[in-house]
């Protein structure tokens, strides 16, 4: 018998959808431009979990014991996990999912820079669950409340609350760490170089977004300014809180966070510290530094393939 293929939707008819308060479940909803957004943005999320795995067990390897060991393999599952559920969406969306995983060459993977600069220990790793798992979550909290596409959705409400897991291990570390001036010390460094990082793990400020296509069609709903507004009113209280120094505060007449120092700026990511004195620069001289990828970029790709190029074996039909 031959298979019906549907042809792909009007932007007219996705729009008369969504209008409806209807779900989009698959290709047969979509149009052409939002089947690209949405592959866009799973990419980008699949990718951010994948490489956030090597990554973490960098710095897993410093564990202090066997327990607080086992405590970060079970984020990296997580992360994984998070991993899986994008690239198996992508899947379902038409892209070769061993091509996407296996074969891209490093520097076409997608995720935030902050990713491709190394943790070094434990303390690191700990900022970096309280820091880039805080962004994690609010990205994937306003996807999870916001999208219009039904299978994610309903895949991240086993997400969200695992990202709640892993970061508040990174503040429960955080606040034992601080209770000591040496441990405060060592978090303070650790915040000094990755705080303005993950401030860029939110793209682009408003104004200079290139695609439109999420907001448009919802798969998200709150604008790369606001997400980054959202990550400051999570951090920046909790910071105070435990006493370490972060470069932005609350301005009540604005209502809003500022960052105090110079945004966007040049980073050195072999001695990964900020080039503040030198101010700030622009957003091109950014892309530039996120294209070209950093110091952790291959090696972290390569442990991720490297399974898959050494042997025969293929990913199951």
Known sequence: MAVEVLAPWTEEQVQEHLAAGKLVEGLQHMSPRYLEGMRRILTVSADTEFVSAPSYLRAAQHAPALNNFGSAMSIIQDELAHAHIGYRLLGDLGVDMDELVYERPAASFKYPYAFDVPLNSWVELVCANALYDQAGFVLLSDVYQSSTFGPWKRALAKVDKEETFHLRHGRTWLRKLCKDPDGRADVQQAIDWMFILTLEWFGLPDDL????????????????D?????????????MEEIGVRVPAHFDPEQDRYVIDCPFPAQFDDEKRTWLLEDG????????VRWRARGPMNRDYVRTLQRGYQTTSLRRAA
Request: charge should be negative.
């Open 209 to 224: 977004k290139q695609h439109s296509e999420q907001l448009d069609y919802g798969f998200k709903g709150k604008s790369n």
């Open 226 to 238: 606001e997400l980054r507004q959202w990550w400051m009113s999570e951090v920046v209280p909790f």
């Open 280 to 287: 700030a620069i622009t957003w091109d001289e950014v892309l």
